[in-house]
């Protein structure tokens, strides 16, 4: 394995470049669009200043210190706590639920142990009698019907655009309950931003002897398996490798509406907004993201959430029932495959948090560079996609 091939410039494609090309090997990274970082890039506003997060708000948190060590060794990261609110019914509350939120919304002045009872008291176990078998029974059982109602219903319907009971109970796991003041939406030790945005972050990662940049280069599964590579490294769809053949996995897709504006629009970052008759999710205002600079204005976010067609961007993986039966059947495939490797958020179909993506990405580049040590075949999937 002399040459390789990794197609698409994200967090994956980026670290698993840099491994290997610190391990000698000539690699080339190809991205379609015309900036490294996939759907973590970053921009500045000309008429603002504004550091924008061009698809989506990224907020980096980990656990994990080999994680936070290694993004740190390619640019400053700044202090930064991820507190979002939710406007509901035309007032305000915090989140994730906390003892604030419990407190607003019942109109009480509990402590946490009052709160903890009180809810306890609201709870509703599923009428079958079992463990809740998805979202909303998940959801009932945990903060009982008017949290449900007022915070979760709404926004998961708009989210992922069906009813809530067709979603899995593992959804809101996401999601913390909390019976203190602490409105931090991240249980993880680390958490910041990167000061110079995640498109330099991603670039000092590529800034590698041995990494060769291509942008603006769409690459087709038919060019890479005819380029001549060793190995191929696929972060983009799974399914688009085979080109769609057994059908498209499902994704959910983002819509931005984006204003500018002289002040500040809404006071903090992220404002959700879960009421069912508010068409978008949630607003972004993005110089909130980086609170130690001072821009000129403001750039304001709305965000909508709806099915992907063909020509949108994928963002949240489905893995419903049917989804799930797809993927194996491609899974099955790609494991027949010779010298291509399937990594990521695409590569695999998970929803995957940037930590997470980056550990897996070191891992999948250290299975790379014992299979090019030991002769092996490198693996399909370095990280299990099932
Ligand atoms: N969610 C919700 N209300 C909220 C925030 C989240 O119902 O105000 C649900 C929704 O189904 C969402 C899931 O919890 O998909 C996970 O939320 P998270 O904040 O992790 O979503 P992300 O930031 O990844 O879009």
């Known amino acids: 394995m002399q040459r ?19 391990a000698g090997v000539a690699v080339t990274v190809a991205d379609a669009r015309p ?35 290694y993004v740190n060794r390619f640019g400053a990261f700044r202090p930064y ?56 029974e998940q959801a009932l059982a945990m903060v009982g019907p008017e949290i449900y109602a007022a915070f979760f219903k709404g926004y998961t319907a708009k989210q992922w655009g069906c009813d809530p009971r067709e979603l899995p109970a593992s959804i809101l796991k ?6 203190n003041y602490d409105d931090n939406y991240f249980f993880h030790r680390f958490q910041g931003m990167p000061e110079a945005g995640y498109t330099a972050l991603v670039a000092a990662i590529l800034d590698c002897p041995g990494v060769t940049l291509r942008l603006g280069s769409p690459v087709t599964p038919g060019d890479a398996r005819a380029g001549g590579w060793d190995h191929v490294v696929w972060t983009g ?6 080109g769609h053949d057994l059908g498209r996995l499902g994704y959910r897709t983002l819509a931005f509406e984006r204003f500018t ?33 001072t821009p000129r204005g403001s750039v304001v976010v709305r965000e909508y959430a709806r099915a992907c067609g063909p020509d949108d961007i994928p963002y949240y993986p489905i893995r419903l029932a049917g989804e799930q039966a797809l993927l194996r059947r491609y899974v099955a495939r790609a494991r027949a495959e010779a010298r291509v490797s399937f990594v990521g958020r695409l590569g695999t179909y998970r929803y995957l ?15 790379l560079i014992l299979a090019r040590k030991t002769g092996a075949p490198p693996p399909a999937f370095p990280v299990d996609p099932l």
């Not at 996939?38 to 997060?53: A, Q, W, Y």
């Not at 940037?354 to 891992?363: F, Q």
């Open 4 to 22: 390789v091939l990794i197609v698409g410039a994200g967090f994956s494609g980026a670290v698993i470049a840099r491994a290997l090309a610190e």
């Open 35 to 69: 900036h490294v970082a996939g759907n973590c890039h970053t921009e500045r506003c000309p008429d603002t200043g504004v550091m924008v997060h061009v698809y989506g708000p990224h907020i980096f948190h980990t656990d994990n210190e080999g994680v936070w060590a």
């Open 81 to 136: 706590v991820n507190r979002v609110k939710a406007t509901v019914g035309g007032r305000v509350f915090a989140l994730p639920v906390n003892l604030h939120t419990i407190n607003q919304i019942f109109g009480t002045a509990m402590r946490p142990d009052e709160a903890r009872a009180f809810i306890a008291a609201r709870a509703q176990a599923p009428a079958h009698g079992g463990e809740p078998a998805n979202f909303e």
């Open 174 to 179: 996401r999601l913390p309950l909390r019976f």
């Open 237 to 242: 769809p799974l399914d688009a490798w085979f």
């Open 261 to 293: 504006h002289d002040g500040d629009w809404q006071g903090c970052a992220v404002m959700n907004h879960p009421d069912p008759d508010v068409p978008y999710t949630r607003i972004a205002e993005h110089r909130h993201f980086a609170p130690w600079e």
């Open 353 to 367: 948090d940037m930590d997470v993506t980056i550990n897996e990405a070191l891992k999948a580049a250290q299975s």
